[in-house]
T-cell receptor, first 115, second 112 residues
């Protein structure tokens, strides 16, 4: 009955590799997000995406790309991983029509460690 | 510049005691303010949301207040429990495009 799920929970990889993190939500939401939480626990939005619009935080390197096969999934693909990419990545979802209240439901996070 | 600042950064209290966490923001125009609780190793979970016209809202032992004039919010936790140990994040929606602005959080530790 998990609402927002992410895989894997932990990811350890070498610098320069390409990796993907998967996210799925079963809430029927039409908007999904990716956040990065750094070592200081600050949550920073990377992308918001629904079937109409992709909004990219301009500070996100183009090595990061969201891929959405359908409304229930938003995967995060990262090319040429760097040490600074080490962080916890959270997926979230919300309903566009309730956007005024912006309640987002978060996944459990994926801890990425780049060696 | 749209910003959200929280204080204190961290707080340790004894089980059963009350505490208050602060959130100051400069986001304009303002849409709403939400407090999230983030347990270690988990994603944030919404506790309360307040719009411009609301100045207090409760969720069990959690009571949030909002002063839209001074752009301040507080989260008061009554009779703390060990399970209240978590990070509490203040998130303000607004800035003209209903963007979300996150505070850096307050790390609360409740000790027996």
């Amino acid at each position: 009955d998990t609402a927002v799920s992410q895989t894997p929970k932990y990811l350890v990889t070498q610098m320069g590799n390409d990796k993907s993190i998967k996210c799925e939500q079963n809430l029927g939401h039409d908007t999904m997000y990716w956040y990065k939480q750094d070592s200081k626990k600050f949550l920073k939005i990377m992308f918001s995406y629904n079937n109409k619009e992709l909004i990219i935080n301009e500070t996100v390197p183009n090595r990061f790309s969201p891929k959405s096969p359908d409304k229930a999934h938003l995967n995060l693909h990262i090319n040429s991983l760097e040490l600074g990419d080490s962080a916890v990545y959270f997926c979230a979802s919300s309903h566009e029509k309730k956007r005024l209240y912006n309640e987002q439901f978060f996944g459990p996070g994926t801890r990425l460690t780049v060696l | 510049k749209n910003q959200v600042e929280q204080s204190p950064q961290s707080l340790i209290i004894l089980e059963g005691k009350n505490c208050t966490l602060q959130c100051n923001y400069t986001v304009s125009p303002f849409s709403n303010l939400r407090w999230y609780k983030q347990d270690t190793g988990r994603g944030p979970v919404s506790l309360t949301i307040m719009t411009f016209s609301e100045n207090t809202k409760s969720n069990g032992r959690y009571t949030a207040t909002l002063d839209a004039d001074t752009k301040q919010s507080s989260l008061h936790i009554t009779a703390s429990q060990l399970s209240d140990s978590a990070s509490y994040i203040c998130v303000v929606s607004g800035g003209g495009a209903n963007n979300l602005f996150f505070g850096t959080g307050t790390r609360l530790t409740v000790i027996p």
